[in-house]
């Protein structure tokens, strides 16, 4: 567990892409969506504008295509902006959100060549599991978030969905003071994270910046970037995701830097 009060070193490492934009397997373009698998600290891209996910390993200075990255396409073998990818270990697949597609595939995690379509006529933006390994989607194009249990195609809605019958109200739990800078706002949120003690996690894109909302708190704090938009190690520029390790380590997809960062954990108390 990551301690409400925990606090990481303010200058990021670059883990991945960091090498302009382009297509080669050391570079990243418009990435969006990561996976950080905790066994080994390898790290999962969604690099939407080369329709492809790049599989990163620890310590690597480039990466290697596994899934797509055979040009953009509805094919099986291609993707179509991946916005988000998870690894789902009981399966030992990459489960994609293909969006420009309108589908979630699956694909092998070792030597894939092809996916397979687990979920249709979706505008797939993000999705996670539980730990029953239940799939939960963001559906961008109906305003919602569905959950799929294992071997479900059409899954029930859990949040979002306004205007339908038996929607799902939520709670705010950051932000909603209205676009801005302030300690209250967020401005363009992209990513979300939140760990077993309801502690909140946000890629305040706009703010360049990650925020933390302990349960129950009306006020976030920042606890990386928001020193202004660039390139430097204490800086981001339009996060769009993050993740944890193990050990709480954070990793950080640094869109417009095209990169991803990781800020390792100072202390945990």
Not at 2 to 21: D, K, S
Not at 143 to 171: L, T
Not at 180 to 186: R, V
Request: with cysteine.
């Amino acid at each position: 567990d990551i301690h409400p009060n925990a606090r990481w070193q303010q200058n990021g490492l670059t883990v991945a892409g960091g090498n302009g934009y382009g297509n080669g397997i050391n570079q990243l373009s418009n990435p969006c969506g990561l996976y950080v698998d905790d066994d080994d600290q390898t790290g999962y891209i969604a690099d939407a504008s080369n329709h492809r996910i790049v599989e990163w390993k620890w310590g690597a200075t480039s990466g290697q295509v596994v899934a797509g990255g055979n040009g953009k396409g509805n094919g099986t073998h291609q993707l179509s902006n991946p916005l988000d990818v998870i690894v789902d270990k009981e399966r030992d697949s990459l489960i994609i959100c293909d969006s420009s597609n309108n589908r979630v595939v699956r694909w092998p995690r070792r030597n894939g060549t092809s996916g397979e379509t687990i979920i249709s006529n979706i505008h797939c933006g993000g999705l996670t599991m539980d730990e029953n390994g239940s799939l939960y989607v963001v559906d961008n194009g109906k305003d919602e978030v569905r959950r799929y249990r294992r071997g479900e195609s059409q899954g029930i809605v859990v949040a979002g969905g306004n205007g339908m019958e038996g929607a799902k109200q939520g709670i705010v739990v950051a932000g909603d003071q209205g676009q801005g800078h302030g300690l209250t706002q967020l401005s363009h949120p992209w990513g979300v994270v939140v760990d077993q003690l309801g502690t909140v996690y946000v890629a305040d894109a706009g703010n360049d910046r990650i925020m933390r909302w302990p349960k129950g708190v009306t006020k976030g704090s920042v606890i990386v970037g928001g020193n202004a938009e660039g390139g430097q190690s204490n800086q981001l520029n339009g996060p769009t995701g993050l993740s944890f390790d193990r050990h709480g380590n954070l990793y950080v997809v640094d869109n417009g830097n095209r990169r991803v960062q990781k800020f390792n954990i100072d202390s945990n108390s």
